[in-house]
């Protein structure tokens, strides 16, 4: 069994930055991808970025140029670097790891974008 701890989220202005981070625990035997998602009041849960075990990303189109995805295997943590920040960021951010025959979620941590 994989835990996941999300950390740093906060309410900044818009324009403002944040970083997230996630620390995974437990039985891990390996860790392939790694990766955030938010889920906004109303709306569908919605991929934000991910990172591959050898550090290829992706990115949501809504967050390219903004947002930076960022791992530490050493360590099992997951990071999203988010700059220039929009009131519609707004969400629970969630952590993802999946691993060979494991699938996990954290509890998620709140950005809140407002003036």
């Known amino acids: 069994q994989v835990q996941l701890v999300e950390s740093g989220g906060d309410l900044v202005q818009p324009g403002g930055s944040l970083r997230l981070s996630c620390a995974a625990s437990?039985?891990?035997?390996?860790?392939?991808?790694m990766g955030w998602y938010r889920q906004a009041p109303g709306k569908q849960r919605e991929l934000v970025a991910v990172i591959s075990s050898v550090g290829y990303t992706n990115y949501a189109d809504s967050v390219k140029g903004r947002f930076t995805i960022s791992r530490d295997n050493a360590k099992n943590m997951v990071y999203l670097q988010m700059n220039s920040l929009k009131p519609e960021d707004t969400a629970v951010y969630l952590c993802?790891?999946?691993?060979?025959?494991?699938?996990?979620w954290g509890q998620g941590t709140q950005v809140t974008v407002s003036s």
């Open positions: 437990g039985s891990l035997f390996s860790i392939n991808a």
């Open positions: 993802k790891v999946v691993g060979p025959t494991f699938v996990s």
